[in-house]
Nanobody, 122 residues
Framework: QVQLVESGGGLVQAGGSLRLSCAASGSVFSIKLMGWYRQAPGKQRELVAQITSDGSTVYANSVKGRFTISRDNAKNTVYLQMNSLLPEDTAVYYC????????????????WGQGTQVTVPS
């Protein structure tokens, strides 16, 4: 009911910047919040940043001050601006959307994009 497509990943040197995009389609009116997660090889998936329907944001301590999450409701798109990138930022980044419960009885649900690779060589 919600489809997410990420883009913008790539290879960038330490100290550089990337801007990730996540375009949502489907039942976008029902999205409660959107966020970015990342997963490095051998590591658990972790929350990077999220933004709620009212614009409130949450960041992981490791990216606070370097990354900024934003949204464009008209385009149904969420962005992650990543500055001052570090080798430890290397991971597959996944877009996440939480859809609220619907009046017809459909429960709250999570949706995930395919992921986009971000590589920062050491």
């Amino acid at each position: 009911q919600v489809q997410l497509v990420e883009s913008g990943g790539g290879l960038v040197q330490a100290g550089g910047s990337l801007r990730l995009s996540c375009a949502a389609s489907g039942s976008v009116f029902s999205i409660k919040l959107m966020g970015w997660y990342r997963q490095a090889p051998g590591k658990q998936r972790e929350l990077v940043a999220q933004i709620t329907s009212d614009g409130s944001t949450v960041y992981a301590n490791s990216v606070k001050g370097r990354f900024t999450i934003s949204r464009d409701n008209a385009k149904n798109t969420v962005y992650l601006q990543m500055n001052s990138l570090l080798p430890e930022d290397t991971a597959v980044y996944y877009c996440n959307a939480v859809r609220r419960a619907l009046p017809g009885g459909s429960p709250q649900s999570d949706y995930w994009g395919q992921g986009t690779q971000v590589t920062v060589p050491s």
